[in-house]
């Protein structure tokens, strides 16, 4: 009998190693709990706790922020326009001439509220890459590790899969009609189509800074906050680190 489990747990160990590692955490899933218990969690309840507190932060950010006024009325986040357009509506604003230009920047707001649900999803699926490795050293690194490890694994994929989501979200408020309107009006149409890319990139770059300005605060909270651990299993994860 001690032959048979050995070999089915040198099985096991191989089964896992030969798994890409992004979906190792499925597989331990599928396999129960395993690996060697830290400070009284298995490897399992630390992978799933960490991926539970991500998603949970993802999906309370993305509704605070995905309201009218979620970037435009927060100070901390609420998207500037971009070099040439800021200068003008600077300009401007010091002799009261700025509202096509304000009226941009409240749509440009409006465009990254209105993609903060699709920026969820993706946040959401992102989480998978983690791998239970990582989730152990995240569980026992500062008090945003796991929001700044997520956003540098996974930041340059994100911003991606998001421009689609900001141009249609830019063109449905309004954003692109009004900035054609303020190039036309201020001379500057020769380089609109320009103007309009640097447009979805800022609001792309805002976008995401605000939203894991946000995630980081809900990680934090989560990590010194007993209240915030609103599940029992990050109540056992979170509390015995």
Known sequence: MRILMTALAA??????????????????????????AQGGLTNLEIDSGLRQALEIGATNVSSQLGATDGFFGDSRIKIPLPGRLAELQDGLGKVGLSAPLDNLQLQMNRAAEAAMPEARKLVVSAVQSITLEDAVGILRGGDTAATSFLRGRTEASLRDAFTPHIQTALSQTGAVQSL?????????????????????DHAVNFGLDGMFLYVAEQEREIRENPVARTTDLLKKVFGSN
């Open 180 to 200: 054609d309107s303020v190039a036309s009006k201020y001379g500057l149409s020769a380089i609109a189509t320009d103007l309009r890319g640097d447009m979805t």
């Open 11 to 36: 099985m096991s160990l191989t089964a896992c190693e030969a798994v890409p590692a992004g979906g190792l955490g499925d597989v331990l899933s599928g396999l129960g709990s395993v690996g060697a």
